[in-house]
């Protein structure tokens, strides 16, 4: 039987707020894809439906899995997946605001986001907050 532990120190809880946040995005992108697809400015193309799909399967499925592996086996390896998985989201839309000319104010919203997303397992991983 599994049991949830819930947090017990300052760096639990940060790691845990960030799988929640996560878990978050991902309910949104499963259950409200149009949505999530409005918030984060895309949009697909009439009659082409199937385009949906990456908002509930890539997104959501990265999102929920992640998330709910962390909270539910509570290891320091799962941490860091989700961790480095926000970290490198981030460095993603750094080398997109670099190179695609995307210096926009939603952008550097999202980068901010995104490095306190990475920054709170991985403060916890490794001993940077107990």
């Known amino acids: 039987m599994i049991d949830i532990i819930p947090p017990q120190t ?3 809880w940060l790691a845990w707020a ?3 946040v996560t878990l978050f995005f991902g309910l949104l992108c499963f259950f409200a894809p149009r949505l ?3 918030v984060m400015r895309l949009q697909t ?4 439906p199937e385009a949906v799909s990456e908002s509930r ?3 959501a499925g990265f999102y929920l899995g992640t998330a709910l592996l962390a909270i539910v086996f509570n290891q320091p390896f799962i941490w860091m997946v989700l961790g480095a998985g926000w970290a490198f989201t981030a460095l993603g839309r750094l080398v997109s ?4 000319g ?3 104010t939603f952008n550097w919203i999202s980068i901010a986001i995104e490095i306190a997303l990475a920054a709170a397992p991985l403060a916890y991983v490794f001993g940077w907050v107990h």
């Open 10 to 12: 300052p760096g639990e």
């Open 18 to 20: 960030s799988a929640l």
């Open 36 to 38: 999530s697809l409005r």
């Open 45 to 48: 193309e009439p009659g082409v």
């Open 57 to 59: 399967g890539t997104m």
């Open 97 to 100: 605001i670099v190179f695609d």
């Open 102 to 104: 995307g210096n926009k």
